[in-house]
């Protein structure tokens, strides 16, 4: 039986201020069906421990700190149900949010981690 694994998260990118309407950063992940239940997604700017995102499965992701009014929260990354929110749709980037990025996923029975510079 499979755990917990990080599949991908994307590459870093670069672009100039206000020039696309949105950047999306995806964390995607593949889990075990009993994992599902304490399923949580969190993203973290920087090296700050509080998330400036985070969503549990049936519930509105949560945005805070620097990117409160900048995320999309309404935009769906996946057809899944405990995958559909796993991405930051950032709007309107600009230079003042560039910087590392780190995914968190955790369950009941694991954590993984990936950071996109």
């Known amino acids: 039986c ?21 950047v999306v950063l995806d964390c995607v992940y593949h889990y075990e069906e009993y994992e599902a239940k304490g399923l949580t997604v969190k993203w973290f700017w920087h090296k700050d421990h509080e998330p400036v995102y985070q969503w549990i499965p049936g519930g509105t992701p949560e945005v805070r700190g620097i990117l409160t009014g900048r995320v999309a929260v309404d935009h769906i990354a996946s057809s899944d149900f405990f995958s559909r929110h796993r991405a930051l749709s950032i709007i309107r980037p600009t230079s003042d949010l560039s910087g590392l990025y780190t995914c968190t996923v955790s369950t009941y029975y694991d954590e993984k981690r990936y950071s996109l510079p």
């Open 2 to 22: 499979l755990a917990l694994s990080m599949a991908t998260v994307g590459t870093p990118i670069v672009l100039q201020n206000n020039s696309v309407p949105s």
